[in-house]
Protein backbone atom coordinates (compact mmCIF):
# COMPACT_ATOMS: atom_id res chain seq x y z
CA UNK A 1 0.00 0.00 0.00
CA UNK A 2 2.49 2.51 0.89
CA UNK A 3 4.96 1.46 -2.64
CA UNK A 4 1.48 2.83 -4.12
CA UNK A 5 1.19 6.12 -2.90
CA UNK A 6 4.42 6.95 -3.29
CA UNK A 7 4.02 6.14 -6.79
CA UNK A 8 1.05 8.53 -6.77
CA UNK A 9 2.88 11.10 -4.71
CA UNK A 10 5.05 10.74 -7.25
CA UNK A 11 3.24 10.99 -10.25
CA UNK A 12 1.40 13.68 -8.58
CA UNK A 13 4.98 15.63 -8.07
CA UNK A 14 5.97 15.01 -11.71
CA UNK A 15 2.68 16.82 -13.14
CA UNK A 16 2.84 19.66 -10.48
CA UNK A 17 6.46 20.33 -11.37
CA UNK A 18 5.22 19.96 -15.44
CA UNK A 19 2.07 22.09 -15.11
CA UNK A 20 4.62 24.81 -13.43
CA UNK A 21 6.94 24.63 -15.97
CA UNK A 22 4.67 25.12 -18.53
CA UNK A 23 3.03 28.26 -17.31
CA UNK A 24 6.51 29.54 -16.24
CA UNK A 25 7.19 28.91 -20.04
CA UNK A 26 4.05 30.54 -21.16
CA UNK A 27 4.82 33.79 -19.03
CA UNK A 28 8.05 34.20 -20.57
CA UNK A 29 6.67 33.92 -23.81
CA UNK A 30 3.96 36.67 -22.89
CA UNK A 31 6.89 39.12 -21.28
CA UNK A 32 8.87 39.09 -24.02
CA UNK A 33 5.97 39.69 -26.46
CA UNK A 34 5.14 42.69 -24.59
CA UNK A 35 8.64 43.51 -24.49
CA UNK A 36 8.45 43.63 -27.76
CA UNK A 37 5.55 45.57 -28.15
CA UNK A 38 6.66 48.50 -25.66
CA UNK A 39 9.64 48.72 -28.07
CA UNK A 40 7.75 49.21 -30.78
CA UNK A 41 5.69 51.83 -28.81
CA UNK A 42 8.74 53.63 -28.44
CA UNK A 43 9.98 53.13 -32.08
CA UNK A 44 5.81 54.48 -32.67
CA UNK A 45 6.38 57.74 -30.98
CA UNK A 46 9.27 58.40 -32.29
CA UNK A 47 7.82 57.85 -35.49
CA UNK A 48 4.69 60.01 -34.71
CA UNK A 49 7.00 62.87 -33.59
CA UNK A 50 8.69 62.80 -37.21
CA UNK A 51 5.35 62.77 -38.97
CA UNK A 52 4.13 65.64 -36.96
CA UNK A 53 7.43 67.84 -37.53
CA UNK A 54 7.31 67.05 -41.40
CA UNK A 55 4.82 69.72 -42.44
CA UNK A 56 6.61 72.62 -40.63
CA UNK A 57 9.92 71.24 -42.18
CA UNK A 58 7.80 71.20 -45.88
CA UNK A 59 6.62 74.48 -45.47
CA UNK A 60 9.86 76.45 -44.49
CA UNK A 61 11.40 74.52 -47.42
CA UNK A 62 8.58 75.47 -49.64
CA UNK A 63 8.83 79.06 -49.17
CA UNK A 64 12.24 79.12 -50.51
CA UNK A 65 12.15 76.26 -53.12
CA UNK A 66 9.06 76.97 -55.22
CA UNK A 67 10.29 75.05 -58.13
CA UNK A 68 10.98 71.94 -56.41
CA UNK A 69 7.49 70.70 -56.42
CA UNK A 70 8.11 66.76 -57.28
CA UNK A 71 10.17 66.37 -53.79
CA UNK A 72 7.06 67.99 -51.93
CA UNK A 73 4.95 65.97 -53.57
CA UNK A 74 6.78 62.68 -53.02
CA UNK A 75 6.98 63.81 -49.27
CA UNK A 76 3.54 64.43 -49.02
CA UNK A 77 2.56 61.06 -50.29
CA UNK A 78 4.93 59.47 -48.45
CA UNK A 79 3.94 60.74 -45.45
CA UNK A 80 -0.53 59.91 -45.86
CA UNK A 81 0.85 56.33 -46.29
CA UNK A 82 2.23 56.64 -43.08
CA UNK A 83 -0.90 58.28 -41.30
CA UNK A 84 -2.94 55.27 -43.42
CA UNK A 85 -0.65 52.11 -41.99
CA UNK A 86 -1.97 50.24 -39.10
CA UNK A 87 0.03 46.73 -38.99
CA UNK A 88 3.89 47.36 -38.07
CA UNK A 89 5.19 45.93 -41.12
CA UNK A 90 3.14 48.56 -42.77
CA UNK A 91 3.79 50.90 -40.65
CA UNK A 92 8.08 49.75 -41.49
CA UNK A 93 7.56 50.04 -44.88
CA UNK A 94 5.65 53.18 -45.57
CA UNK A 95 8.41 54.75 -43.14
CA UNK A 96 10.88 53.59 -45.00
CA UNK A 97 9.45 55.23 -48.08
CA UNK A 98 9.04 58.42 -46.18
CA UNK A 99 12.78 58.34 -45.15
CA UNK A 100 13.48 58.41 -48.52
CA UNK A 101 11.88 61.34 -49.19
CA UNK A 102 13.26 63.03 -46.43
CA UNK A 103 16.33 62.29 -48.16
CA UNK A 104 15.15 63.71 -51.42
CA UNK A 105 13.90 66.99 -49.64
CA UNK A 106 17.34 67.15 -47.65
CA UNK A 107 18.74 67.44 -50.97
CA UNK A 108 16.98 70.23 -52.23
CA UNK A 109 18.38 72.17 -49.36
CA UNK A 110 21.87 72.10 -50.50
CA UNK A 111 20.70 73.86 -53.66
CA UNK A 112 19.38 76.86 -51.39
CA UNK A 113 22.03 78.49 -48.92
CA UNK A 114 19.76 81.23 -48.15
CA UNK A 115 17.35 78.38 -46.93
CA UNK A 116 20.48 76.92 -44.91
CA UNK A 117 20.90 80.03 -42.92
CA UNK A 118 17.23 81.03 -42.32
CA UNK A 119 16.50 79.93 -38.22
CA UNK A 120 13.32 78.48 -38.70
CA UNK A 121 14.88 75.87 -40.79
CA UNK A 122 18.18 75.39 -38.52
CA UNK A 123 16.01 74.48 -35.98
CA UNK A 124 13.22 72.33 -37.72
CA UNK A 125 16.14 70.56 -39.16
CA UNK A 126 17.84 69.93 -35.70
CA UNK A 127 14.52 68.68 -34.35
CA UNK A 128 14.45 66.41 -37.23
CA UNK A 129 18.12 65.46 -36.67
CA UNK A 130 17.51 64.39 -33.62
CA UNK A 131 14.13 62.40 -34.11
CA UNK A 132 16.18 61.05 -36.68
CA UNK A 133 18.53 59.80 -34.12
CA UNK A 134 15.63 58.79 -31.61
CA UNK A 135 14.11 56.33 -34.27
CA UNK A 136 17.49 54.76 -34.96
CA UNK A 137 18.17 54.14 -31.39
CA UNK A 138 14.32 52.88 -30.75
CA UNK A 139 14.60 50.75 -33.49
CA UNK A 140 17.40 49.35 -32.37
CA UNK A 141 16.04 48.20 -29.04
CA UNK A 142 12.81 47.21 -30.88
CA UNK A 143 15.21 44.96 -33.21
CA UNK A 144 17.08 43.16 -29.90
CA UNK A 145 13.23 42.58 -28.68
CA UNK A 146 11.88 40.49 -31.46
CA UNK A 147 15.62 39.09 -31.59
CA UNK A 148 15.07 37.71 -28.16
CA UNK A 149 11.54 36.82 -28.59
CA UNK A 150 11.56 35.20 -31.52
CA UNK A 151 14.70 32.99 -30.34
CA UNK A 152 12.05 31.99 -27.43
CA UNK A 153 9.43 30.93 -29.75
CA UNK A 154 11.90 28.87 -31.52
CA UNK A 155 14.01 27.26 -28.78
CA UNK A 156 12.60 24.09 -27.20
CA UNK A 157 10.37 23.44 -25.24
CA UNK A 158 9.27 27.30 -25.85
CA UNK A 159 8.59 26.31 -29.62
CA UNK A 160 5.74 23.96 -28.46
CA UNK A 161 4.05 26.22 -26.06
CA UNK A 162 4.29 29.08 -28.70
CA UNK A 163 2.68 26.82 -31.37
CA UNK A 164 -0.09 25.49 -29.00
CA UNK A 165 -0.96 29.08 -27.79
CA UNK A 166 -0.25 30.51 -31.50
CA UNK A 167 2.33 32.88 -30.38
CA UNK A 168 4.10 34.33 -34.24
CA UNK A 169 7.11 35.50 -34.99
CA UNK A 170 7.59 39.56 -34.69
CA UNK A 171 9.05 41.50 -37.76
CA UNK A 172 12.14 42.93 -37.65
CA UNK A 173 12.44 46.92 -38.78
CA UNK A 174 14.28 46.44 -41.36
CA UNK A 175 15.60 49.25 -43.73
CA UNK A 176 15.52 48.83 -47.09
CA UNK A 177 18.81 48.86 -49.26
CA UNK A 178 17.91 52.10 -51.22
CA UNK A 179 18.05 53.98 -47.91
CA UNK A 180 21.20 52.80 -47.03
CA UNK A 181 22.75 54.29 -50.18
CA UNK A 182 24.37 57.88 -49.03
CA UNK A 183 22.81 60.61 -51.16
CA UNK A 184 24.76 62.38 -53.35
CA UNK A 185 25.35 66.30 -53.17
CA UNK A 186 25.92 68.27 -55.62
CA UNK A 187 26.52 72.46 -56.11
Avoid at 54 to 72: H, M, S, W
Amino acid sequence: MKKTWIIIGGILLFIVILISTLFGRYNLLVTKNESVKTAWSQVDVQLQRRFDLIPNLVETVKGFAKQERDVFIQVTEARSKVGQASAIPDKIAANNQLTGALSRLLLVVERYPELKSNQNFIQLQDELAGTENRIAVARRRYNEEVKEYNQSIRQVPNNIIASMFNFQPAAYYEIPPEAKATPKVSF
